[in-house]
C-alpha cells in the first residue's frame, strides 16, 4: 500500500521558517516526479514545486528564492524548506508523487501552513 505522509505544518510569523516533508512508503520517491501543491479556503489547488526523478527541480515564479524541494533518498522523503513566509502563503499543503510509464499519481493528506503574526 502507499502512502504519502507530510509533516512539518505550522502557525507562523510573517518572514518565518517552516521545512515540510513528506515521507513515502511502498513506492521508491527516487523514481517518481515528487512535489508540493497548496489549497487556500475557496480557491483551486495550485502547484508550488516539484523534484524530478533525474534530481531537476522547478518551483512556481511566485516562491522562487523563498522555497526549495529536495529529496533525501535514503529516507525515501521529500522536502519542501519555506523561508521568508508570507500570508498569502498560508494553505493546506499537500505532497504528491507521480510516474509517467505505467501512469500513477499518489496524494498525500495534507499538512496545514499558517502565515500570520
Known amino acids: 500500500q502507499v502512502q504519502l505522509v507530510e509533516s512539518g505544518g505550522g502557525l507562523v510569523q510573517p518572514g518565518g521558517s517552516l521545512r515540510l516533508a513528506c515521507a513515502a512508503s511502498g513506492i521508491d520517491l527516487t523514481t517518481y516526479h515528487a512535489g508540493w501543491f497548496r489549497q487556500s479556503p475557496g480557491q483551486k489547488r495550485e502547484f508550488v514545486a516539484r523534484?524530478?526523478?533525474?534530481?531537476?527541480?522547478y518551483v512556481i515564479e511566485g516562491v522562487k528564492g523563498r522555497f526549495t524541494i529536495s529529496r533525501d533518498n535514503a529516507a525515501n522523503t521529500v522536502f519542501l524548506q519555506m523561508n521568508d513566509l508570507k500570508p498569502n502563503d498560508t494553505a493546506l499543503y499537500y505532497c504528491?508523487?507521480?510516474?509517467?510509464?505505467?501512469?500513477?499519481?499518489?496524494w498525500g493528506q495534507g499538512t496545514q501552513v499558517t502565515v500570520s503574526s
Open positions: 504528491t508523487a507521480r510516474l509517467l510509464s505505467p501512469p500513477a499519481e499518489y
Open positions: 523534484i524530478y526523478s533525474d534530481d531537476s527541480t
